[in-house]
């Protein structure tokens, strides 16, 4: 199986504080790892492990100090974003003002997509990620979970090729579901999926593998089979498993 993703070696620092202060917090330290066409894989770990950095690093929003990323055999080159890679971050942002069916639309305008095939694409993500009914609610009106949906909806247009997602499954229980489901469709039809989650017990029966990390370093690669039956250090919610 050829790999949608490779990550060798990649390096990332921070200042801990003002210019003046010279402490640097190595978020990244060397991470290598790799995510195959159609394959789901779960990145988890405390808080300040790295997730959300390797995340940015992977989608070319931030740009690693050392190491290199590659989409389907081409090397990323930050700023400039791949094409057919759509990243959600853990924290969305919309015009308040905009319906649901308003900020898609918007969106789907980035795509350069004519006006029926505009609608179309709205159409359908809607469907996706079950916000029929919330289609002409105002963004300023939706609760997170729902929010979460908008943002894996906002990223579903264009078809990508591959997703980044930052915390997708830390919603309720219903909308981790059928995220779950939406997910595992995709990745059905080829799509790669990089999903990270603090919480370990949202990755059960949904990644083909988990990586974990501290300290911006890979402490463990578990297998699905062995991840579902090895115990987590995060309180495992039994029903999350399907």
């Not at 003002?18 to 394959?39: C, I």
């Not at 979970?145 to 229980?173: C, F, K, N, V, Y």
């Not at 939406?182 to 080829?190: D, E, K, N, T, Y």
Request: aromatic share 4%; hydrophobic share 45%; glycine share 8%.
């Amino acid at each position: 199986m050829a790999a949608a993703l490779s990550i060798s070696g990649l390096a990332k620092r921070y200042r801990a504080g003002p210019p003046s202060d010279s402490r640097v917090v190595h978020a990244l330290a060397g991470v290598t790892m790799n995510v195959q066409r159609g394959e789901i894989v779960g990145v988890t770990g405390p808080h300040g492990a790295g997730k959300s950095t390797l995340l940015l690093c992977a989608s070319g929003l931030v740009r690693a100090d050392s190491g290199t990323v590659s989409w389907f055999d081409s090397r990323l080159q930050p700023p400039a974003v791949p094409p057919g890679i759509a990243f959600v971050p853990q924290r969305t942002a919309y015009y308040s003002f905009l319906t649901v069916r308003e900020a898609l639309e918007y969106y789907a305008t980035l795509h350069d997509l004519g006006t029926r095939d505009r609608a179309s694409q709205v159409d359908r993500v809607v469907r996706e990620v079950a916000l029929t009914e919330h289609a002409t609610r105002r963004v300023s009106c939706l609760a997170p979970p729902m929010l979460q949906r908008l943002g894996l909806a906002q990223a579903l247009i264009g078809a990508p090729r591959a997703l980044l997602l930052d915390e997708t499954l830390s919603g309720d229980l219903l909308t981790c579901l059928d995220i779950r489901r939406v997910l595992r469709r995709l990745s059905a039809c080829g799509v790669s999926i990089l999903v990270a989650a603090e919480d370990s017990a949202r990755l059960a029966n949904i990644a083909d593998r988990v990586v974990r990390l501290s300290a911006g370093k890979i402490i463990s690669k578990i297998e699905t089979a062995g991840f579902a039956e090895a115990p987590q250090p995060h309180h495992r919610r039994p029903f999350l498993v399907s």
